[in-house]
């Protein structure tokens, strides 16, 4: 576990909602930990970070929001200026290129190239260098879009290798394809909740990562996981409980309680026993954390899982 947070360049991926938002957070909060600087880097999110980190909304800029933590909510345009920026380095030439109305709408067709914009600021600020050498950044990492998108993004490099002419932008896709499936400077990280439907998409999201793509994934994180209150053992005790007792008992809620634990929690074992068989990939558990609210606590305890 511990090597994850030496990378470089962290691509977070997994189904809408299951936590690649806290887990990218929580990573950035162990990796800051150990004197690191980080970069978050959202794509075009409805961004709850900001809430979640307890500090002041986060936009298309990048900006410092902890102890050496920078975090950005990319926008296609605006990574795409800032993208061509970096890479192109002289405005006047960017504003040529990219505010040419003939260019600009000629760019808006080229498939994938607002997924790239995004990607390729990203793995920018992984690679580059301040004026005093030392690198921007010890990691930078993305806060993918959910399962499809995010698969498009990570293909886009790959697209633009195979069919973008020689020069400047394939030059970039190739180093940016070939950092992705560099296991000691970048990582894939998929997260899954542990009930079915994630289950089966992260399995296929792996599928589709490791088979087709051929990238490696360095760890699948298991968001939520319920605290085992019932031993497997006594589950058909608790799930017969409510029906065994007398109408009207005090204990009826109780029971009624324990008996959807007790399902969840078999549910949750199938998920996990599944992930285990059909993932050859470390894994990971962070816990459900029954809290009213999930802030900066939560993120807190969730980065104990990576410290
Ligand atoms: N371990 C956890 N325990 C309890 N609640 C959690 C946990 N992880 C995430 N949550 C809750 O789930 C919500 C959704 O998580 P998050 O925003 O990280 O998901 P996401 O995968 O980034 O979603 P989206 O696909 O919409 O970007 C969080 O706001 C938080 O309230
Ligand atoms: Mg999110």
Redesign the pocket.
Known sequence: MSDLLDRRFIVVI?K????????SAALALAAAKRGKRVLVAMCN??E?LSH?LEVPAIGERVVNVLPRIDAVNMTPASALEEYGMLVLKVRTLYKAIFENRIVSSFLRGVPGLEAWSMLGKAYYHATSARDDGRPQYDLVIL?AP?TGHGLDMLRVPKVIMDVAPPGLLRREAEKAWTLFGDEVHAALVL?TLPEDMPTNETIELHAAITRDMKLPVAQVVI??VFPRLFPAADREVYEALPAALPAGSELTSLAASSRARVLREAVQAVSLARLAAELPVPRVE????F?PE?RRS?VEA?AAAFG
Do not use: E, I, Q, W
């Open positions: 997994g809408g909602g299951v936590g690649k938002t806290s887990v999110a409805n709850r979640m806060d959910a997260v968001n939520g962070l816990p459900y954390l809290v999930f939560a969730l």
